[in-house]
Nanobody, 116 residues
């Protein structure tokens, strides 16, 4: 059974940093690209960052480029999202995601709140 479990969310002041983690199990993690999405009430889910299976290729939404960094440790079956220079508009539930045989798999998400 595929499982994705996010952690690391919380309350942070504007300008602060957080590091999110997503622990994966139930599939061969090193073979699959991984994504981080975020969603706020009333808005569509937004793809924040993507990383290739080996970690050599990454892509970011324009809204987070230069502030967020996605990485992965295939030995630990974990993908990370380092978030710096956080803004109030980054407040959202952040979820990790992958696709296997065309089917999406999601974690339950972790809430990030950026507020003074």
């Amino acid at each position: 059974e595929v499982q994705l479990v996010e952690s690391g969310g919380g309350l942070v002041q504007p300008g602060g940093s957080l590091r999110l983690s997503c622990a994966a199990s139930g599939f061969t993690f090193s073979m699959y690209a991984m994504n981080w999405y975020r969603q706020t009430p009333g808005k569509e889910r937004e793809l924040v960052a993507r990383i290739s299976s080996a970690g050599g290729s990454t892509a970011y939404a324009d809204s987070v480029k230069g502030r967020f960094t996605i990485s992965r440790d295939n030995a630990k079956n974990t993908v990370y999202l380092q978030m710096n220079s956080l803004k109030p508009e980054d407040t959202a539930v952040y979820s990790c995601n992958t696709y296997r045989t065309g089917m999406p798999y999601w974690g339950k998400g972790t809430l990030v709140t950026v507020s003074s």
